[in-house]
Nanobody, 116 residues
């Protein structure tokens, strides 16, 4: 049974930082490309950053230089370090495999709210 548990969200002022974590189980975590996504009510879920099993990372233009994705395969944990947060980063953040589609299993996510 796949489980993805996101944590670390919260309320932060613009310019602040947060570190999100995602604990995965029920999947061969170390072999999978993983990603962070975010969703604002009324909008489609968007890809924020991804990391391959070998550690190659990519980030959306909107977060490049501010967000860093990383992983600990020994612990089955995915991280997202978010710096210089902006109000437009406010969303529910989810982790999943890079190949996950709308019909895939999704966890509850973690809310990030950035105040101006």
């Amino acid at each position: 049974q796949v489980q993805l548990v996101e944590s670390g969200g919260g309320l932060v002022q613009a310019g602040g930082s947060l570190r999100l974590s995602c604990a995965g189980s029920g999947i061969i975590f170390r072999l999978l490309a993983m990603a962070w996504y975010r969703q604002v009510p009324g909008k489609q879920r968007e890809l924020v950053a991804s990391i391959t099993s070998g550690g190659t990372t990519r980030a959306a233009d909107s977060v490049k230089g501010r967000f860093t994705i990383s992983r600990d395969n020994a612990k089955n944990v995915l991280y997202l370090q978010m710096n210089s947060l902006k109000p437009e980063d406010t969303a529910v953040y989810y982790c999943n495999t890079l190949a996950a589609g709308p019909s895939a299993f999704w966890g509850q996510g973690t809310q990030v709210t950035v105040s101006s």
